[in-house]
């Protein structure tokens, strides 16, 4: 009987993740003139290059299968969202991304090191990448050119939704009693 199981999940995230680095990065060579399609490319690797360093989880040390991979997902959703800049032609968000990143470094190198809480790991990751994603669907929504709202119009919601699942997933751990285990039994 074939079980859908959370690792069969990982491995179907990384394949999807390469098959979209490999995608963007045809398209962006043959059509030269998209911006940001170089951040999309690196952002994409990066989050499938974390999802296999979350997958080996409990195989690895702490510091790459916790500090390493969740700070290599967390740069991967800002290089998406350095994409959507460029190609909008817009300001990038370096205050915010630096501000990410300092909190993200601080509060996981306690909740590693420090006191051991995947609630808080989960928590903090979610809420990071819930700002992120809403960040980025905020640029789409006050940049979109009056031609082509539709197809635009999708990106914003995806990205919105996206960010709205992150929130939600950071609520529901918190007035959870009993976090499964994602990868291994030590998590």
């Known amino acids: ?4 199981d959370n ?22 060579i043959s ?3 998209t911006k940001g399609s170089e951040h999309w490319v690196l952002g994409n690797g990066l989050i499938g290059l974390a999802f296999m360093l979350l997958y080996f989880q409990g195989y690895l040390p702490k510091f790459m299968s916790y500090m390493v991979a969740n700070f290599v997902l967390l740069l991967g959703f800002i290089f998406l969202s350095l994409g ?6 817009q300001k990038e968000s370096f205050k915010l991304y630096i501000g990410i990143i300092v909190v993200y470094i601080l509060s996981f ?15 903090i990751i979610s809420i990071l990448l819930a700002i992120i994603l809403a960040d980025i669907a905020k640029t789409i929504k006050n940049n979109t050119p009056d031609k082509r709202k539709g197809i635009y119009l999708y990106s914003e919601f995806t990205f919105g939704l996206l960010s709205v699942y992150y929130l939600f997933r950071a609520i529901s751990t ?4 009993y976090i499964p285990s994602i990868f291994c039994f030590q998590t």
């Open 7 to 28: 690792r069969t999940l990982t491995l179907t995230l990384i394949l999807i993740t390469i098959l979209l680095v490999i995608l963007i990065q045809i398209s962006r």
């Open 84 to 89: 959507v800049c460029q190609f909008l032609y």
């Open 174 to 177: 918190a007035f959870m009693n």
């Open 109 to 123: 190198t306690y909740y590693v090191y420090i006191q051991f809480n995947t609630s808080m790991r989960i928590i």
């Open 31 to 33: 059509i030269r003139k």
């Open 1 to 4: 009987m074939f079980v859908l």
